[in-house]
């Protein structure tokens, strides 16, 4: 099945109803479909979860849909929004997939983001092929897959490999690590994480973070935050001027 045919039918259909949560995903070969006129529904899979991704001009229909995906399956399904969720929308969804949490996209410009320069960066280091492992491993310890989107091995090698993983070591052992993403003149910023907890770290990491940034002529920097789990996170991006664009995903999973 051609599921961008299905979407693109149903937008021309009815364009002022038309809802979607699909924008170009990848979906593998052995996708699962269910459809009626109104609604369509793909379950692709990404490792040992199924990411859902729908478009329907009826939310009747589109729910009548729902009541047949498979009960065997972790489903995981986003909603990205200006604002707010419609509420229907949620409330249909939610009956089926049971609602997780929310995260919202904070932005920055490069040359506003709060950087002192005052760390002794000597300790800084990009991250090497021997250390894929020990990050790869801290990820998938401390974040979800089905909400941040982790990158397999060959992707996190493919980082290293570019200098897109900077870390801090205490005696040889990963203490914290940043990875990120050039997307033209702006960087995507994906994961921060701090393991051995230690602030001074923490604050020397993120002022070379910025300071790369700088130095690489990004204009922008955009970064995903869980705001219902992960405040702490929230409040320390807005000390280094990151602001909220209020374009919120609304997570949604079904993890049996």
């Not at 990848?26 to 006129?37: C, G």
């Not at 692709?44 to 009541?67: G, H, M, P, S």
């Not at 909400?147 to 570019?162: A, G, Q, R, V, Y």
Request: net charge positive; proline share 2%.
């Amino acid at each position: 099945m051609n599921f961008q045919n299905k979407v693109n039918e149903l937008r021309k259909k009815d364009i002022l109803n038309f809802k979607t949560n699909y924008f170009m995903n990848k979906i593998n070969n052995n996708a699962l479909y269910l459809e009626n006129d109104n609604a369509i529904i793909c379950l692709t899979q990404d490792r040992d979860i199924y990411r859902l991704y729908f478009a329907f001009i009826n939310l009747f229909d589109f729910e009548n849909i729902l009541k047949q995906l498979p009960f065997d399956k972790k489903i995981s399904l986003e909603i990205i929004t200006k604002g707010e969720l419609d509420i229907a929308l949620y409330d249909c969804v939610n009956k089926y997939i049971p609602y997780e949490t929310t995260f919202n996209r904070m932005r920055a410009k490069c040359d506003e983001i709060l950087n002192s320069r005052m760390y002794n960066h000597n300790e800084i280091q990009f991250a090497t092929r021997e250390d894929v492992n020990a990050v790869y491993d801290a990820l998938n310890t401390v974040f979800f897959h089905h909400t941040s989107h982790l990158p397999n091995k060959k992707e996190l090698l493919d980082l290293i490999n570019n200098e897109l993983v900077l870390c801090v070591k205490n005696d040889n052992k990963l203490a914290s690590f940043i990875v990120y993403k050039p997307e033209g003149m702006q960087a995507r910023f994906d994961q921060f994480l701090s393991i051995d907890k230690n602030i001074k770290n923490t604050m020397m990491l993120m002022d070379y973070f910025v300071s790369e940034l700088k130095d690489k002529k990004f204009k922008t920097c955009y970064l995903w935050v869980d705001i219902v789990k992960n405040k702490p996170a929230q409040l320390m991006y807005k000390y280094y001027k990151f602001k909220s664009e209020n374009l919120n995903s609304f997570v949604f999973s079904k993890l049996i």
